[in-house]
Nanobody, 126 residues
């Protein structure tokens, strides 16, 4: 069982930066793949970034070069550094976790993750 709690969201102007954190409970955090998803009003939850238990990272195209995902297994925490934010990044951001290894389709789809946080709001003003 893993419990996830996000923090770090807020209101920022376009071009600004935020760092989201996801604190996890449980002793096996290092064995989980973890990811960030986001959901804007009226839209489906979408994949943002993933980091595997071994540290391999992947990103959706719209955030490549602007966002960076990382994790500190000693602190049971995952991060998302978001730079050059745009109004279209506005959404509720969710962290998620699932045991590694994950089959291919599970890595970028919400149904591929068993554990979820409650979400944190990110609002980017123009």
């Amino acid at each position: 069982q893993v419990q996830l709690v996000e923090s770090g969201g807020g209101l920022v102007q376009a071009g600004g930066s935020l760092r989201l954190s996801c604190a996890a409970s449980g002793r096996s955090f290092g064995s989980y793949a973890t990811a960030w998803f986001r959901q804007a009003p009226g839209l489906e939850r979408e994949f943002v970034a993933r980091i595997s238990s071994s540290g391999a990272t992947s990103y959706t195209d719209s955030v490549k070069g602007r966002f960076a995902i990382s994790r500190d297994n000693a602190k049971n925490t995952m991060y998302l550094q978001m730079n050059s934010l745009k109004p279209e990044d506005t959404a509720v951001y969710y962290c998620s976790a699932d045991r590694d290894p994950q089959n291919g389709w599970r890595r970028t789809r919400p149904k591929g993750y068993e554990y979820w946080g409650q979400g944190t709001q990110v609002t980017v003003s123009s």
